[in-house]
Structure formats: C-alpha cells, structure tokens
C-alpha cells in the first residue's frame, strides 16, 4: 500500500513538486498559526514520514490525512504559494530534516481546537500550540 500511494504522489508531484505539496499542506492547515505554528505542522509531518517511511509528500496526500487535500488536487490549492506566508512554509518544506521535532513531543498527528477527532479521545496532547493540538500515536 505503501509503494501504490508513493506511486500516486510521485504522479501528481509531476504536476507540482514534491516541497510545492509540502508547502500548501503547511499553508492550508497553518497559515493562520504564524512561522511557530506553521513549523509545528511541518515537522509533524517529518516525523510522520519517518514513521511510516514514505515521502513527505506522500504523507500529505495520503487519503484522509490532512484535510485540505480531502477532494483536492494540487491546482485547487496553488493559490496559497501566493500568499505572504508562502516563504516560511516553503523554507520548511525544504528543511524538514532541520527541525526540532521533539518541540513536538515527536508527534504525528494534531487537529485544530475546534474539532474532536475519534482518534484523540482518551488521548493527552504532547504540546499545544495556537489553535492546534499535538498528539503521539505511534
């Protein structure tokens, strides 16, 4: 499953590039967190990388994963590489392998204040940072 998904993400990383992908999961789901939040999520997704040894932008496109991606393609969400925020999230995409995951709590998982996710029910967060909660799962 593993090899079909980076497959699938190599094939619309054709479209646009793998830190391209990177970047606009960092901006649909953070934007509004400033540079700390926006590096929260970024190495959120390193460390799930690691875990599940796929690509960064393989996690993101993952199915149901990251929500900004849920029916979207890339072009849907290009728009958001115009924005001002654009160059912090596109200097982490690049530099995830430089990022203090243990800021984290090495966690692998988060979801914004306002949500209640099966998944966190009976879980602590490892840190809280702006509107997002972090939680280690594996």
Known sequence: MKTLISIVAVMIASVASASDIVSMTILAEARGEGPDGMAAV??????????RSMTPEAVCLERKQFSCWNGKRPADLEHLLKLPQAKTANWLSKNLHKLNRAKI???DHYHADYVKPYWATGRTPTITIGKHLFYKLK
């Open 42 to 51: 970024a190495a959120c997704i390193q460390q799930r990388s690691l875990n």
């Open 105 to 107: 709590g090495y966690a």
